[in-house]
């Protein structure tokens, strides 16, 4: 299988690097080399980890030699299904899923990695909506064990059955859900990331305080204020902004101190500076 991914962030990169791992040959495509750069120097080194650790089937070279990183679209057109890690922004994912319905070959499947935004409205701008479906991978891809599979309107049921054996085949858990605002990963997870916010805004604890309750009380990997800073505050409002709006309640309104220092440009680990200094 020729297995394509647009994005070399955190989750492109990861999604990449799971599937070199699991057989398939991978195309990841991002906007400039040094992104492309960059992405490839985190797959390296989560594969070195990988391999050490004795947890991967074949050597670090085999897995990279999978893989080809370009800035050229085109070179998804022979893909048997793409995922889209790009930013959470509804309008630059859509622009993206026009061109690419035109490039890639008519039955190829096209998904989207998105944590919040309508499948189907993506659907709608790829010209191909029953080829169309959410393929939401959890931080950090190479240790999640979950994929969120998530249903547009006219998805078919071979598309929905054909990204469920392929999450399988990458070893992971696909659990189905419906097109709606956030899904339900997102749903749940990002009011209580808010909340944290909102507690640190109005001074009810220290960051490391809120983060500790968490972790020791209820047995949390992570505090929600780490969590958030390793999601990227930006993509957290960007969910927030989706929920707000989708869901019509406020009780999804953004903390106003998250909107502060995504304006502020602190973005968490990957700007150097969230709610802790990276
Ligand atoms: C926003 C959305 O749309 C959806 C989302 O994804 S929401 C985010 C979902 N993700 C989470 O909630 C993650 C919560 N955190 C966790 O589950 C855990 O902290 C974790 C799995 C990330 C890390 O596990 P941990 O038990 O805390 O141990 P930690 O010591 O940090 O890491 C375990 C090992 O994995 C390694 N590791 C971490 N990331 C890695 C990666 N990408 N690749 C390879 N190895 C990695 C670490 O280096 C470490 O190695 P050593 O044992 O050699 O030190
Ligand atoms: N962060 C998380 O924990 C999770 C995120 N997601 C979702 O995955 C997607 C990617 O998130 P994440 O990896 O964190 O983001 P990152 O910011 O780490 O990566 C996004 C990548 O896509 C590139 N990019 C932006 N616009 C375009 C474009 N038009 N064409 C090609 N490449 C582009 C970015 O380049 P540049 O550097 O220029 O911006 C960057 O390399 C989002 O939809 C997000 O909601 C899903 C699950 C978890």
Redesign the pocket.
């Known amino acids: 299988m020729k297995f394509g991914v647009i994005g070399a962030g955190q989750m492109g990169g990861?999604i990449a690097q799971v599937a070199a791992q699991s057989g398939f040959t991978v195309v990841v495509q991002d906007m400039k080399q040094e992104f492309l750069d960059r992405g490839r120097a985190v797959i390296e080194k989560?594969v070195a980890?990988?391999h050490e650790?004795g947890r991967l089937t074949d050597t670090p070279d085999v897995i990279l030699g999978r893989m080809q990183f370009t800035t050229d679209l085109n070179a998804f057109a022979d893909c048997d299904l793409v995922v889209e890690a790009i930013v959470e922004n509804e309008g630059v994912k859509a622009d993206l899923f026009r061109q690419l319905g035109q490039i890639v070959k008519p039955e190829g499947i096209l998904a989207s990695n998105t944590?919040s935004i309508p499948i189907t409205a993506l659907a709608s701008a790829s010209g191909r909506p029953e080829r169309f479906i959410g393929m939401?991978f959890?931080?950090?891809?190479?240790?999640?064990q979950l994929v969120e599979v998530i249903r547009g309107y006219s998805t078919s049921d071979e598309t929905a059955q054909f990204v469920t054996q392929t999450a399988e085949r990458m070893g992971k858990t696909p659990l189905a859900c419906n097109d709606f605002p956030g899904f339900v990963?997102?749903r749940i997870?990002m009011p209580m990331l808010n909340e944290a916010i909102q507690c640190v805004m109005e001074g009810v604890a220290e960051p490391g305080a809120i983060d500790g309750i968490m972790k020791l009380g209820m047995n949390h990997?992570?505090g929600p204020l780490t969590?958030a800073d390793?999601?990227g505050l930006d993509?957290c409002l960007a969910?927030m902004e989706v929920l707000h709006e989708g869901l019509g309640d406020d009780k999804y309104r953004p903390s106003p101190l998250l909107r502060k220092m995504v304006q502020a440009g602190l973005l968490g680990r990957k700007s150097g500076q969230g709610f802790y200094t990276y």
């Open positions: 990861g989560s980890k990988l650790k944590s939401h959890m931080n950090p891809v190479p240790l999640m990963s997102n997870l990997p992570m969590l390793f999601i993509t969910i």
